[in-house]
């Protein structure tokens, strides 16, 4: 008889370990992180700050769409595809339908877009133009794969995008060809094939059906607005300040700021491997156990969001200028209260991320988009006054405390909106689900 506690049981119980959905969440959010930090390294290092700050420039529009894209089309879908009222399948179909038509709307934007950015930023505008719908093509087959707490789907998505982007940049850079245009055509190509796993993936999941066509649009449009709203302030908070930045102080300025940006963001596959997972589980949480075990869920991700955060934090503070210099180069150095500011205002952020998740459960996104406006209108209003005074590290402080404020205005929210939830019942354990189609 084998003995209990032997090296065959620690085996199986360190595999069941990487097979739960947290763990592979993490290892695919770190690929995809690390894939887009390790594109700002090679920019930097191949080409120069100039490029690198037009592709910053351009890589917040990307990001704001898939902002967009995630708050009008799969964030409502993850929500709402737990109701009993709804058939997942023929919800998912209207999704992919809400998608196409987004994807339609984007291009014939980008393509004015092309025509009217500065000469120097025409040749990475062209490239956009090619690449960003692929690129929310990928994005979205993997969010439809967490929405249904799918891991595998969004590994299957994302680890032949992340092998495909890095190899093609590092032949731009062996080739001497590497720049800002350069780079988004290796990522829309790149998410190419990312978007054809996801189709392939999704297909037995979706059905079309003209009847729920038009309630499955209203019921998105009606929760997703107030995300998207949030969702872009959002993005102006980290991405839009390129533009702030070159305005005041110029590209090179930019570069470096999106050198110090991307040194935080080595904390990205944690706070985004959370919110994936969290997200669609809060929802899930709410519906079936109500409003206390909702309360606990994100008490708890918030404790380890802020604990984790603050020892991220603490590293910067001793290791974050010198990696900057050592990835980018001489030029880049000498900025570590900015890089301790902006790690601040992140855990700030992760702390109010799990607060949201909650927020979207109960089914009032619009709080969300309030604090992020009252975010972005510290953050644009005093961030402006600080480039003057006090440069990019002005800048880091007023996005700290439009952080701070935000983080206050959820909170509060968050905690009227649990006292005036009265306990329910689970709504969908032994509930009817509508009828799937045939």
Not at 40 to 69: C, E, K, N
Not at 186 to 206: C, D, E, F, H, K
Not at 316 to 337: C, I, K, M
Not at 400 to 408: E, F, Q, S
Request: hydrophobic share 60%; aromatic share 8%; glycine share 10%.
């Amino acid at each position: 008889m084998r003995r209990p506690g032997g090296a065959a049981d620690a085996l199986a119980r360190a595999a069941a370990t990487l097979r739960r959905p947290a763990v592979l969440a993490m290892f695919d959010q770190a690929a995809v992180s690390g894939a887009s930090f390790l594109t700002t390294v090679l920019i930097g290092r191949f080409a120069d700050p100039q490029h690198l700050g037009i592709y910053s420039l351009g890589w917040s529009v990307a990001l704001a769409l898939m902002a967009v894209q995630m708050s009008l089309v799969t964030t409502p879908y993850a929500v709402h595809h737990h109701q009993p009222h709804v058939c997942p399948r023929a919800y998912a179909g209207s999704t992919v339908i809400m998608q196409l038509a987004m994807l339609a709307a984007v291009l014939a934007g980008l393509l004015v877009a092309c025509a009217i950015v500065p000469v120097a930023m025409r040749p990475a505008a062209w490239a956009m133009a090619l690449a960003v719908p692929l690129l929310l093509l990928r994005e979205f087959g993997r969010r439809m794969g967490y929405a249904r707490l799918s891991v595998v789907t969004a590994l299957a998505v994302d680890m032949p995008v992340v092998a495909l982007q890095i190899a093609g940049l590092a032949l731009l850079a062996a080739a001497g060809r590497l720049s800002a245009a350069t780079a988004f055509l290796a990522l829309g190509a790149a998410a190419a094939t990312g978007a054809a796993v996801g189709a392939v993936a999704l297909r037995r999941q979706i059905a079309f059906r003209r009847d729920a066509l038009g309630a499955d649009v209203r019921r998105s449009w009606a929760f997703g607005r107030w995300i998207a709203g949030a969702q872009v302030l959002g993005v102006l908070n980290t991405q839009g300040v390129f533009w702030l930045v070159a305005a005041v102080l110029g590209t090179v300025s930019t570069g470096v700021y999106a050198a110090c940006l991307a040194i935080v963001l080595l904390c990205n596959p944690f706070m985004l491997a959370v919110g994936n997972i969290l997200t669609p589980r809060a929802a899930e949480t709410f519906a079936r156990h109500g409003p206390i075990a909702l309360r606990q869920l994100i008490a708890r991700a918030a404790t380890v969001l802020a604990i984790v955060m603050a020892l991220f934090c603490a590293a910067l503070f001793f290791g974050g200028d010198p990696l900057v210099q050592l990835l980018y180069g001489a030029e880049y150095a000498g900025h570590r209260t900015l890089i301790v500011l902006l790690g601040l205002t992140f855990l700030v952020g992760a702390v109010g991320m799990a607060i949201n998740d909650g927020i979207r459960a109960l089914g009032r996104a619009d709080i969300e988009f309030t604090s992020t406006l009252l975010d972005s209108a510290i953050t644009v209003g005093l961030g402006l006054l600080g480039l003057y005074w006090l440069g990019l590290v002005g800048l880091a402080w007023a996005n700290l405390l439009g952080g701070v404020a935000a983080l206050a205005l959820q909170a509060t929210a968050f905690r009227r909106l649990l006292r005036a939830t009265p306990p329910a019942e689970a709504t969908v354990n032994g509930s009817a689900r509508a009828q799937e189609p045939a």
